[in-house]
């Protein structure tokens, strides 16, 4: 349906800090939610950091709260995922995802959104 381009993966020490964004082109529908996941090599596609767009909460997985945090740009379905403190399980591939369907804000309060539409992903790697 659109498009997802991510940007700002590279590798970093431990502690270190990256920021990734996304920006979304193409669409025809509003974007009713966007966010990010992450996947490491063996292990299931996780979800991150998700935003219902325009709402004033967030979705923070445990593993990264306090430590990430998603934001949305003055620019049209942009979202950026700020990351500091990272550690080596951090590493992986980090997707952006996109849905224009209403249903997906309940999806992101109940933790069951299954998102339609996925960018490339961009590798993050933290090590030593």
């Known amino acids: 349906q659109g498009q997802l381009v991510e940007t700002g993966g590279g590798s970093v020490q431990p502690e270190g800090s990256l920021r990734l964004s996304c920006a979304g082109s193409?669409?025809?529908?509003?974007?009713?939610?966007m966010g990010w996941f992450r996947q490491a090599p063996g292990k299931e596609r996780e979800g991150v950091a998700l935003i219902p767009l325009g709402a004033p909460f967030t979705y923070v997985a445990d593993s990264v709260k306090g430590r990430f945090t998603i934001s949305e740009d003055n620019a049209k379905n942009t979202i950026h995922l700020q990351m500091i403190s990272l550690k080596p399980e951090d590493t992986g591939t980090y997707y952006c995802?996109?849905?224009?369907?209403?249903?997906?804000?309940?999806?992101?309060?109940?933790?069951?959104?299954?998102?339609?539409?996925w960018g490339q992903g961009t590798q993050v790697t933290v090590s030593s």
């Open positions: 193409g669409y025809a529908r509003t974007v009713m939610c």
């Open positions: 995802a996109a849905d224009t369907r209403y249903s997906c804000r309940l999806g992101v309060r109940d933790g069951n959104w299954d998102p339609h539409d």
